[in-house]
Structure formats: structure tokens, C-alpha cells
């Protein structure tokens, strides 16, 4: 998964495996951070093609209204863990602990439907109650140094 790439949130690794699909394009508790996965069962591109706009258009939300970060938040009510992908070839099978999980609710079930994915993907609304937005901060919050670090010197 992510060709072998570590993720890293606050100093703690994060493992996909443990992690949910949020649109089947983010992992659950990681801000800013898309991934790209097609379809099993139709055309890879058409589905690439639908996170990637996703993506940009979370992107512009993002900056037209001064965002720093979205991250998904799955609720901690009760949900059933499904994996990744309902696909029984065995090189799927074999990297299922690699791949994060769904449910069986949107926003964290894939649904491998190009038609419901027009719809959620391009269409959808981005603030859904799931995703938790953080406020850009300020330019002077990110050029001044800080306290500790001016004590250290």
C-alpha cells in the first residue's frame, strides 16, 4: 500500500491496516492526504479519475475558505469492519492486514459503482459532518519562532 510509504501524524506511525477508507480516497485520522485506488470491477482510470477531481476540489474548499487541514473522523459508535476490497484473488487476500478497512456506511464503503461515485465524488458535498476542518494559520504564526526555541538559542 502507498508503495511502501511511512505515515507519520504527529510523530506517531500510522498503519493502514488499521486504518478506514474514507471514500475509498483518505485514511481515517490523516489530515491532508489522498490516495488513489480503482476500480476491481470496471475501469481503474474511471474511478482514478473521479478521487483525483476529489481531491482538487477539496483542495479549492480548502482555500477559499482559509483551511490548514481535513482530516476523516470515523465516529466511534459501532461498525462492522469489512476489508478494503471485496475481491477474492488471492494476492488481495494476502494483503489484506496491509490494506485499511470499510464499513458498510458511507462515507467509509467503497462501493465500486461508477454511478454512486459521480455522484459522492464529484458531486457531494464536502463538508459531510465526517471531515474535520482546521483553520489555515495565520502567515505571522508560521515566520515567528517560538518561545522555546528563541530560549534555546
Not at 65 to 83: C, V
Not at 90 to 106: I, V
Request: glycine share 8%; charged share 25%.
Amino acid at each position: 500500500m502507498l508503495g511502501g510509504a511511512e505515515i507519520v501524524v504527529d510523530g506517531k506511525k500510522i498503519e493502514p491496516g488499521q486504518s478506514y477508507t474514507y471514500k475509498g480516497a483518505m485514511f481515517s485520522d490523516v489530515p491532508n492526504m489522498a490516495f488513489v485506488f480503482g476500480y476491481t470491477n470496471a475501469s481503474w482510470t474511471l474511478r482514478a479519475d473521479l478521487i483525483n477531481e476529489y481531491a482538487c476540489r477539496l483542495i479549492n474548499y480548502m482555500d477559499m475558505y482559509g483551511l490548514g487541514s481535513a482530516t476523516p473522523r470515523l465516529d466511534a459508535g459501532p461498525h462492522e469492519d469489512k476489508p478494503f476490497a471485496d475481491f477474492s484473488s488471492g494476492y488481495f487476500q494476502r494483503a489484506n492486514h496491509l490494506l485499511p478497512k470499510q464499513t458498510s456506511k458511507a462515507p467509509w464503503k467503497q462501493n465500486q459503482s461508477y454511478g454512486h461515485d459521480i455522484m459522492d465524488l464529484r458531486y457531494g458535498r464536502i463538508e459531510d459532518g465526517v471531515l474535520e476542518f482546521k483553520k489555515r494559520p495565520a502567515a505571522t504564526e508560521l515566520a515567528a519562532p517560538s518561545r522555546e526555541a528563541v530560549a534555546a538559542e
